[in-house]
């Protein structure tokens, strides 16, 4: 059997054309997403393996995109160090038991397997329903961007309160980084086992660290972490954009690029290794003719080797269904 | 009459230590700035012009730096075309009357020097008071900062707002950034007539375009603006690491680093370009040692010519007196 259009990009091979898929392409975007959700809380929807599954085939349906990322959260990781949290409507996410001092980073260590078993669910269920030909992804959020969140309590645009506690408190910030990436180890292991085809590391955020910064503290856990893993995987990080080695050196198979960064320059820097990425998810806005465009461009500079399309983020709630059709489209369409 | 020394590290030349100064350095860390002002709001205070006096040589007193920042804010350019706004606490600025659609970029066009005289009035006072041997800077917002200020109608951390007006609107988006650019343009020549000894852009935000939209739509905008202006320049944007080239292709006479990039990097990069930068704002918040070994790390990087020594931002209001002093005293008493 072959392995799916993305798995062999994954590997670097050459392909027909690029696969595709958008993160966050399960979401708001969708009329059917937003009907979904009137009945159910965001928490209540990733909980639920059937519903979680009917949001994950939307997108998949709806646009044949060759990656079908499961329906969840990356602060589904908070859980199992016990962390609680709540989505707040026009907010995000609030924790209730945010980490209070460098004396609290020391919390109980749940079972994974036990406390996330709905994802395991999720991944059985997608495993049946996804064609062979097509990826079921998986995927977890990064130890920076999980600490940002506990020790800011929620939301934190600049990421301050979490870079400020790394200055004042840097190994209480190293040793809570340090436990939630065993937690997203044992978590992407279980997505692996239930049937995941590959996985990507969501450290968002950790681009907001200097360079030695990144280097001492966040790589050798990205390293650990995507080590356990026995799946292509894909790293994604913001911001890293004159830096793009270091993603690479965190072994991860894929580096997923933003969109401030120009393809044909990271090729240049990383060489060989498979990338994926990077339409700024705003130009899906504009019309569908330059969204064309703009996504061909891509695709040209990245070459017919180990390229996986995607946006450079995750998909705005308010994108117009036309600007993804002509970004997947033109997926679909390009030959080689 | 020797040149003060920034502005001889801003000509490419050795110096015998890094001028030192901090963006944001007149404001709310200072426990003397806080009682200030309790009497006056921050729109008062900028536009009187004794007050914004005092409150620039604050820093001047207490650290000594070699820079002396006019206290004053980027968006006092929306006026003169006719954008109101005021600064809503604990929010930032609220644009009165955003841009309404593609149709609501023409404003009138007001007269810079009479409407923005407080500035002007501001520099007379700083070049009476601050000694020849230190440099008074003036600045002004760039052209994407702005328009993504009046396109969301006030603060928008992803700047999602304006990024998908310009994938929607391109011409409206590129008349709104010339109408600022030639106010900016403008501005800073009013600076440099009344006194500035060097002036800083603060398109702080165009480095969330991709490369190419930045190429089109903003480079040809900043060398147009730094172009007017006769004297030392320097183009501060975050986020552009990897295409620091950029930058230095304004024609701007120092590129102002983020605390991204780094130091060692940007050099190579950019050859004899004179460099501002660049240690992480949240750092002063580590122990003074820690501070000093970060800061000595990036002079020893820079090397000696051609170094103005800052953060890579500003700095946060929170920051500690004694970590702002690590700082700048490891500029004073550095020797090459």
């Known amino acids: 059997m072959t392995a799916p259009l993305l798995v062999r990009a994954a590997r670097g091979e050459r392909t ?3 696969p595709v898929w958008l993160m966050r392409q399960a979401g708001r975007h969708l009329p059917e997403y937003r009907e979904l959700r009137e009945e159910y809380t965001f928490r209540e929807a990733i909980e639920d393996p059937e519903i979680a599954e009917e949001i994950t085939l939307q997108p998949y349906r709806r646009y044949g995109v060759d990656g079908v990322v499961m329906f969840s959260d990356i602060l589904t990781c908070l859980e199992p160090l016990g962390f609680d949290y709540h989505i707040e409507s026009g907010v995000g996410p ?50 920076f961007t999980l600490a940002s969140y506990v020790v800011a309590g929620g939301v934190d645009h600049r990421r301050t309160a979490v870079r400020t506690f790394r200055a004042r408190h840097p190994d209480a910030f190293l040793e809570l980084m340090e436990r939630f990436a065993g937690v997203v180890a044992e978590y992407l292991q279980m997505q692996a086992d239930h049937g995941a085809d590959a996985v990507q590391l969501f450290d968002t955020y950790a681009g907001v660290l200097p360079p030695a910064d990144y280097e001492q503290y966040v790589r050798p856990l990205h390293r650990e972490i995507l ?25 991860a198979d894929v580096v997923g690029l933003d969109w401030t960064v120009d393809m044909t320059r990271a090729r240049a820097e990383l060489g060989e290794t498979p990338v994926q990425g990077n339409l700024d998810p705003s130009l899906l806005f504009a019309a569908p003719e330059t969204v064309r465009d703009r996504t061909a461009e891509i695709i040209r500079a990245a070459g017919p080797e180990g390229h996986i399309l995607n946006l450079g983020h995750g998909v705005n709630r308010d994108t117009p269904i036309e600007g993804v059709e002509a970004f997947v489209e033109t997926a679909q369409e390009w030959e080689w």
């Open 227 to 251: 080590d356990s893993v026995d799946l292509p995987t894909v790293e994604f990080v913001r911001n890293m954009g004159g830096r793009l080695e270091s993603l690479a050196a965190t072994g």
């Open 94 to 143: 609030v924790i209730e038991n945010p980490v209070d001092g460098p004396d609290d980073v020391a919390r109980r260590r749940g079972d994974v397997r036990d406390e996330l078993s709905f994802v395991a669910d999720l991944l059985d269920r997608l495993s049946e329903s996804v064609a062979d030909e097509d990826a079921v992804l998986g995927f977890a959020g990064g130890p």
């Open 16 to 18: 027909e054309r690029p």
